[in-house]
């Protein structure tokens, strides 16, 4: 089992930066692939970015550049680094883990097995 937890979210103005944590905590290997999700009431649960057991990272083309996914202690902690927020960026943020496979943020969020309760992330304008 793998338990993870969401912290860093919060209101910021079109322009602003925030950085998302996860805590991760029990079973995590070399092979999991960790990611961030996001979702708007509403609306599909959407991939925003994945980093794999080898380091790559993926994704989705709304947040290239602005975004950057990141881990350290041996996966203990999972971060994203979000710039250049605008308000289309407000949403409910998940971070995820995936114990085997492949690790893409093109990836239906059914093949993640553990999710976090998620951090909100509101931008004005």
């Known amino acids: 089992q793998v338990q993870l937890v969401e912290s860093g979210g919060g209101s910021v103005q079109a322009g602003g930066s925030l950085r998302l944590s996860c805590v991760v905590s029990?079973?995590?290997?070399?092979?999991?692939?960790m990611g961030w999700f996001r979702q708007a009431p509403g609306k599909e649960r959407e991939g925003v970015a994945v980093?794999?057991?080898?380091?790559?990272?993926t994704y989705a083309d709304s947040v290239k550049v602005r975004f950057t996914i990141s881990h350290a202690n041996s996966k203990r902690m999972l971060y994203l680094q979000m710039g250049i927020l605008k308000p289309e960026d407000t949403d409910l943020y998940y971070c995820?883990?995936?114990?085997?496979?492949?690790?893409?943020?093109?990836?239906?969020?059914?093949?993640?097995?553990?999710w976090g309760q998620g951090t909100q992330v509101t931008v004005s304008s």
């Open positions: 980093i794999g057991p080898d380091g790559s990272t």
């Open positions: 995820a883990a995936r114990s085997v496979g492949a690790c893409s943020v093109d990836l239906p969020t059914t093949a993640f097995e553990y």
């Open positions: 029990g079973f995590i290997s070399n092979n999991h692939c």
